[in-house]
């Protein structure tokens, strides 16, 4: 491990993957799409802090409220470990595990009078939350050694498999595993595998299926924050891809799709127009009333989502859920 405060993981592993193929054939395609990693420039992150803020918007709290009643049993279980968060943002829900390990590095102190110290690996895309985020936690958990991982989640998983010995716990919040279709999270589940090493650990955190009524609401919010953030894609757009997206011209709109058990998130256009994306020498036509599906936000059902796991090598050891059942973390080992 290097001693830094961030690492930048596309000049180690991979070839640089700016998303220009997927935002090409997303918006080629009928109907037209975007990848939702183009919701996290800085000011997406930080939209996306606001949204978890939101009265409507329950998973962040129901997540965070789980974590607090549960995280000194997952420390526990894992023992002491490296702990890798996927997607970390601002880390604000991770400080419950961080207090809690941090709790476990004294206590083995106080028992073996040799102090041992804990690794944190915060990776994110959005460089300049992960910069901020890191900088606070160092000063906050001495305890702990903390570097950031600045990339997407296959660079990280692929920095991790090679450069990693020590024990870890992966672990990916938010039910941000819901933005992935089925064939989306196989290959996440098997790089997890591939990842760990036998003995470790991944936590996951899931939203649960519940009615269409709070689903919905939680992502058509009366504050419009969620429109600001949606809309906010086609901005990342214009500068990434030097675009000329008019956010005037598109509306927010969130559904859930009951059959699929998914919410969808759509930017409806109001009236007909063509937009380029020059970087991509791209023209795009668009119809009065056509829309872009721009994520999707599976719920899920625990059973089956179990039998998933253990079918990619991951054997689910316990389950944790808030009084109400909406939400769920799930503790698995490879």
């Known amino acids: 491990m290097q001693n830094k405060s961030l690492i930048v993981l596309n000049n180690h592993h991979q070839e640089r993957n700016d998303g220009s193929q997927d935002v090409i054939q997303g918006l080629t395609n009928t109907p037209k799409s975007i990848p939702c990693r183009f919701f996290y420039d800085d000011r997406g992150s930080q939209l996306f802090e606001k949204i978890c803020d939101l009265p409507e918007y329950y998973p962040t709290r129901t997540e965070a409220w789980i974590l607090n009643q549960y995280a000194p049993e997952i420390a526990q279980v894992t023992g002491s470990c490296t702990l890798v968060e996927l997607g970390s943002g601002s880390s ?57 991982l600045l990339g997407t989640y296959d660079q990280a998983l692929s920095y991790l498999a090679s450069s990693l010995d020590e024990p870890q716990m992966i ?109 991509l020498n791209l023209q795009i036509p668009f119809r009065s009333g056509e829309s872009i599906l721009t994520e999707i936000s599976r719920k899920f059902d625990l059973q089956t989502l179990q039998s998933q796991l253990l079918a990619h090598r991951l054997q689910p050891l316990k389950v944790w859920t808030d009084p109400k059942n909406w939400f769920a973390l799930i503790l698995s080992q490879a």
């Open 92 to 148: 604000t829900k991770t400080r419950s595990l961080l207090d809690a390990y941090t709790k476990n590095i004294n206590a083995d102190y106080i028992n073996s009078c040799d102090l041992k110290s804990c690794k944190y690996l915060p990776v994110d895309i959005s460089d300049g939350i992960l910069k901020t985020s890191v900088l606070q936690l160092q000063t906050q958990y001495s305890s702990f050694e903390i570097c950031g």
């Open 171 to 279: 672990f990916f919040l938010g039910s941000s595993i819901g933005n992935f279709n089925q064939q989306e999270s196989d290959h996440f589940f098997d790089r997890i595998s591939q990842t760990l090493k036998p003995g470790d650990y991944f936590l996951l955190g899931v939203d649960l299926q519940k009615s269409p009524e709070i689903l919905e609401a939680a992502y058509n919010d009366r504050q419009g924050v969620t429109a600001d953030f949606n809309l906010n894609m086609l901005a990342h757009l214009n500068w990434y891809f030097q675009g000329n997206f008019d956010l005037n011209l598109f509306q927010h709109q969130a559904i859930y799709n009951q059959a699929e058990a998914q919410i969808e998130m759509y930017l409806h256009c109001q009236q007909a127009h063509t937009v380029s994306l020059d970087i």
